[in-house]
Nanobody, 124 residues
Framework: QVHLAESGGGLVQAGGSLRLSCAAS????????SGWFRQAPGKEREFVSG????????RYADSVKGRFTISRDNAKNTLYLQMNNLQPEDTAVYYC?????????????????WGQGTQVTVSP
């Protein structure tokens, strides 16, 4: 019913920027809460940022506040994550996700749909 596909990952030097995209098929992002998670090797999947369906309210993990910006283009049914001033600790596989309810939740277990992930690697 819902398919998510991330793109935009890559290799960057510390201080650089990347813009991740997540294209959705099926239900539109405007109908549910969506966001971004990341997972580094040996670590659990952690919340990065989320956005609500109607008001577009956003939330960020403390570690990325001021550097990352989440946005949504309802017409294109695409979710974005602009990442600036990337640091080595940001290295991880980034996943976009969506959940049926409209509220933002930071636990990955509450999200229903996931993309395959896109690798982001930041060199020192």
């Amino acid at each position: 019913q819902v398919h998510l596909a991330e793109s935009g990952g890559g290799l960057v030097q510390a201080g650089g920027s990347l813009r991740l995209s997540c294209a959705a098929s099926g239900r539109t992002f405007s109908m549910f809460a969506s966001g971004w998670f990341r997972q580094a090797p040996g670590k659990e999947r952690e919340f990065v940022s989320g956005i609500t369906p109607i008001t577009g309210s956003t939330r960020y993990a403390d570690s990325v506040k001021g550097r990352f910006t989440i946005s949504r283009d309802n017409a294109k049914n695409t979710l974005y994550l602009q990442m600036n001033n990337l640091q080595p600790e940001d290295t991880a596989v980034y996943y976009c996700a969506a959940r049926g309810d409209g509220g933002i939740v930071t636990l990955a277990t509450f999200y229903d749909y996931w993309g395959q992930g896109t690798q982001v690697t930041v060199s020192p």
